[in-house]
């Protein structure tokens, strides 16, 4: 089996004329995440600069291919009306290493 998966950082920026995140930038990023079939990410929240002006920003990290990748970046840009979302290719996919994951137990009758 090839793996073809990477960790990517996306960088999300602020509302281009208030420098402050969108109230709905992390709903907007589940969204994405949701709609792509992406179950585990990190969030880090962070102070940037776009054209010479500091900005609260946003970086997301998650591992997938990059495609989808490119696709999370162009719809953040999109729905949250940024000029660009930046993405860096940092390293290898991410493992999950530690308890299984359980799933819930339904009832039979």
Do not use: K
């Amino acid at each position: 089996m090839i793996i073809t998966d990477r960790t990517y950082a996306l960088y999300i920026g602020a509302d281009n004329v208030t420098h402050a995140l969108r109230s709905d930038t992390l709903s907007t990023l589940a969204e994405v995440m949701a709609w792509e079939g992406i179950d585990g990410y990190s969030v880090d929240c962070l102070s940037g600069m776009w054209r010479g002006q500091a900005e609260e920003s946003v970086r997301v990290t998650v591992s997938t291919d990059e495609g989808r990748a490119r696709r999370m970046a162009n719809s953040l840009a999109s729905r949250l009306n940024q000029d660009s979302v930046g993405i860096v290719d940092i390293g290898p996919a991410m493992q999950f290493i530690g308890a299984t994951i359980r799933l819930p137990e339904f009832a039979t009758s």
